[in-house]
């Protein structure tokens, strides 16, 4: 089954920078397509942005736009979110997900942990 895990959370200050990876465990895998969401305590899961496998298309949440940069390496089933100039309100556990079809179960991610300190 396929399984998909992310990295590179951690402690940063406000208006720094992180790169997040998540890397599918199949090289088979080939995602209708891959994102993000974030969730901090006692709030729901909210979208962060995704991107579309075969076409590219980008989407974000408005929180994130113009900060934020989704992307993808095909050859390594490998998609990452650049985000710049956080803020602490970007403090959250952060998701990623893969979906094979439009509207097909989203596997999940164990989450990592992004905290931005002022």
């Known amino acids: 089954q396929v399984q998909v895990g992310e990295s590179g959370g951690g402690l940063v200050q406000t208006g720094g920078s992180l790169r997040l990876s998540c890397v599918a465990s199949?090289?088979?895998?080939?995602?209708?397509?891959m994102g993000w969401f974030r969730q901090t305590p006692g709030k729901e899961r909210e979208f962060v942005a995704r991107?579309?496998?075969?076409?590219?298309?980008?989407a974000y949440a408005d929180s994130v736009k113009g900060r934020f940069t989704i992307s993808r390496d095909n050859a390594k089933n490998t998609v990452y979110l650049q985000m710049n100039s956080l803020e602490v309100e970007d403090t959250a556990v952060y998701y990623c997900?893969?979906?094979?079809?439009?509207?097909?179960?989203?596997?999940w991610g164990q989450g990592t942990q992004v905290t931005v300190s002022s």
């Open positions: 991107i579309t496998w075969s076409s590219n298309v980008t």
């Open positions: 997900y893969g979906r094979r079809s439009l509207r097909g179960v989203p596997i």
């Open positions: 199949e090289r088979t895998f080939s995602p209708y397509s």
